[in-house]
């Protein structure tokens, strides 16, 4: 399976500033998707990152919060924006080669708001 | 949308013995499966998967079953060992592509 690498891999930010996350994939891949992993808890869909265009965001997630960009096949960012003690979590990429195959996850950014 | 119910939240069973996990999922158009193991300051991985054309699927030690009907699915481990031990996610697929997560279960073998 395709080797993803997120940086950082962690970051303690301080409430009103933004962090933009990298997501690295050593091959091209169709599918890549953005998740939030609060403490404890299971994975919730951000959204999908498109390849050219805008991301496709989940319900409860926008666009002036979590900016995503997705300039090629093997690359992604996600900018948590004004951020608060509500936005502590796990930020977590996978991608899947095509729309059918499995979906793979990197380690995940570990974000930490005082 | 998609709701997956999972269960148990927490399983502890001695070296050696099997473990069960159990999900339930909502949506009938939902026609894949995965199953993920996260250990701690890891993402998930991949372990197992199934697609709705099948009942079952083994590998190695792990096993996955289908009940389309019954819109269930279960994770057989059998002959667990310590290293067995992390939290495991179901997980169903929509027609969009995007994965609906279960609660995650807390696996913890004993030696």
């Known amino acids: 399976s395709a080797v993803i690498s997120q940086k950082p891999s962690r970051d303690i930010c301080q409430r009103g500033t933004s962090l933009t996350i990298q997501c690295q994939v050593d091959?091209?891949?169709?599918?890549m998707f953005w998740y939030r992993q609060q403490p404890g808890q299971s994975l919730t869909l951000i959204a999908t990152?498109?390849?050219?265009?805008?991301?496709?965001?989940e319900s409860g997630f926008v666009i002036d919060k979590f900016p995503i960009s997705r300039p090629n096949l093997t690359f992604s960012t996600l900018t948590v924006s004004n951020m608060s003690p509500e936005d502590s979590s796990i930020y977590l990429c996978?991608?899947?080669?095509?729309?059918?195959?499995?979906?793979?996850f990197g380690d995940g950014t570990r974000l930490s708001i005082l | 949308g998609e709701n997956v119910e999972q269960h148990p939240s927490t399983l502890s069973v001695q070296e050696g013995d099997s473990a069960v996990i159990k999900c339930t999922y909502s949506d009938s158009a939902s026609n894949y499966f995965p199953w993920y193991k996260q250990e701690l300051g890891k993402g998930p991985q991949l372990i197992i998967d199934i697609r709705s054309n099948v009942g079952e699927k083994k590998d190695q030690r792990i096993a996955v079953t289908l009940n389309k009907t019954a819109k269930h699915f279960s994770l057989h481990i059998t002959e667990t060992q310590p290293e067995d031990s992390a939290v495991y996610f179901c997980?169903?697929?929509?027609?969009?592509?995007?994965?609906?997560f279960g609660k995650g279960t807390s696996l913890l073998v004993t030696p």
């Open positions: 996978s991608v899947a080669r095509e729309r059918d195959q499995p979906q793979h």
């Open positions: 091959s091209q891949v169709t599918m």
């Open positions: 990152a498109n390849q050219g265009s805008e991301a496709t965001y």
């Open positions: 997980a169903a697929r929509d027609s969009g592509y995007a994965l609906n």
